[in-house]
Structures are given as structure tokens and as C-alpha cells.
């Protein structure tokens, strides 16, 4: 019985060591390991999100990644005709900043808060604009066309579709949701909940920029 006893214990650890290194190797690139709200620590691992992109904001500008190099980049897709969602994490992550820059004064030389449609079709430059007077002062509200808006959608891992629904006046759009921190050098530092709390925003920039 002892030696049946030790041979069960052997075949049950080896299954679990076997799911173990299954999970690992199927694992996302993109996963992240850590609360984003943890402020003062880097993110564990290489997240592959961001990257190039060519969009226009609200007043008609051509803008890419190079325009916001040496600051860190407060990101976050969605789309105007969102509900619910979009207008929520938009005003959290503009009131996260507030705060952080009520506490530490401007920062405006240090971090720009950005908003990319993922519904290029409805949301042009003059429907941007609009849309980005009812949250941060310095929020830069990018669009462009299918193809410029799948290639920054791909860049940063996010996902996207039209969601048809009969009954709906207007058609609605899935799209993950997540408030992206990215480094001076345009790489992913970080990301935040797209519930996150302007106070959880703010500790987290806080820590980030070390102020």
C-alpha cells in the first residue's frame, strides 16, 4: 500500500505539472501579471502592445506616434456613439489626471491623454472634435480611415466589430477596453481598468512618473 501510496502521489504531480507548463505556453503575449493601479513598479514582462500609427485629431492634423515622443501617452479606444462605457473610462482617466495635476501641477509636457475611434465610419474630425470638448482640455481625439484605424487597433492589441443588432436605431461597437500607459519611447508601460477610479489613476500615474 505504501508504494501504491507513493506512485498516485508521482502520477498526480506529474499532471499538475503538466497543466502548469500547458497554461504557460499558451499564455497570451499580451497578458499582464500585475494590478495596473500598482503605482511605482514596472510592468513584469514585455507586453507586444503599441507601436506605429498615422491618424488625424479634431482640428485636422496629421498625427503619429513621433508627435508625442518623450511623454508618456494615456491611450484608450472606443468610439462616440458608446453608451455607456466609453464616455465613462474617458471621464475617470480625464478626472485621474486632474487630480494627479491638482497634486503636482501641469503636466502637460509629460503626459497627453488620447482617445482613437474604432468607428471611423461615423466618427470623422468634426464628430471627434465635438466629442472630446466634454473631457480633458488636452484630450487628442484621433480618427482616420479603416485601414489607418485596423493598423493602430492591431498595434495595440485591441479588439474590434461591428455588433449587429435588428432591434437598435443606431448600430453599436464591440471593442475591448482598457486605458493604456505608454512610455516616453512609445512602449507599454501599464494599463488601467476601464473602471478604474480617477484615484486609482492618479497613484498609478503618480508612481509612473515618479512625482
Known amino acids: 500500500m505504501h508504494k501504491r501510496a507513493i506512485v498516485v502521489f508521482l502520477v498526480g504531480l506529474l499532471v499538475?505539472?503538466?497543466?502548469?507548463?500547458?497554461?504557460?505556453?499558451?499564455?497570451?503575449?499580451?497578458?499582464?501579471?500585475?494590478?495596473?493601479?500598482?503605482?511605482?513598479?514596472?510592468?513584469s514582462g514585455t507586453a507586444t502592445v503599441g507601436g506605429a500609427f498615422e491618424l488625424v485629431d479634431q482640428s485636422g492634423e496629421t498625427r503619429t506616434q513621433a508627435d508625442f515622443a518623450g511623454r508618456h501617452m494615456l491611450v484608450y479606444f472606443g468610439y462616440?456613439?458608446?453608451?455607456?462605457?466609453?464616455?465613462?473610462?474617458?471621464?475617470?482617466?480625464?478626472?485621474?489626471?486632474?487630480?494627479?495635476?491638482?497634486?503636482?501641477?501641469?503636466?502637460?509636457?509629460?503626459?497627453?491623454?488620447?482617445?482613437?475611434t474604432v468607428d471611423p465610419a461615423r466618427d470623422d474630425v468634426e464628430a471627434m472634435a465635438a466629442y472630446a470638448e466634454h473631457f480633458h482640455p488636452r484630450l487628442v481625439a484621433l480618427t482616420g480611415s479603416d485601414a489607418q484605424i485596423a493598423a493602430a487597433a492591431k498595434a495595440y492589441r485591441v479588439y474590434y466589430r461591428r455588433?449587429?443588432?435588428?432591434?437598435?436605431?443606431?448600430?453599436?461597437?464591440?471593442?475591448?477596453?482598457?486605458?493604456?500607459?505608454?512610455?516616453p519611447d512609445g512602449t507599454y508601460v501599464s494599463h488601467f481598468?476601464?473602471?478604474?477610479?480617477?484615484?486609482?489613476?492618479?497613484?498609478?500615474?503618480?508612481?509612473?512618473?515618479?512625482l
Open 193 to 210: 481598468a476601464h473602471n478604474a477610479s480617477p484615484e486609482e489613476i492618479a497613484e498609478g500615474l503618480k508612481g509612473f512618473l515618479k
Open 163 to 183: 455588433a449587429e443588432d435588428p432591434s437598435a436605431s443606431e448600430y453599436l461597437m464591440d471593442h475591448s477596453s482598457f486605458i493604456y500607459l505608454m512610455g
Open 80 to 116: 462616440t456613439y458608446c453608451p455607456d462605457v466609453c464616455p465613462t473610462s474617458l471621464s475617470l482617466m480625464s478626472q485621474g489626471l486632474d487630480l494627479l495635476e491638482t497634486e503636482t501641477g501641469s503636466l502637460e509636457e509629460r503626459v497627453v491623454p488620447i482617445f482613437v
Open 16 to 43: 499538475l505539472l503538466g497543466g502548469a507548463a500547458a497554461y504557460l505556453l499558451t499564455e497570451p503575449a499580451t497578458s499582464v501579471t500585475r494590478l495596473p493601479s500598482q503605482a511605482g513598479q514596472t510592468a
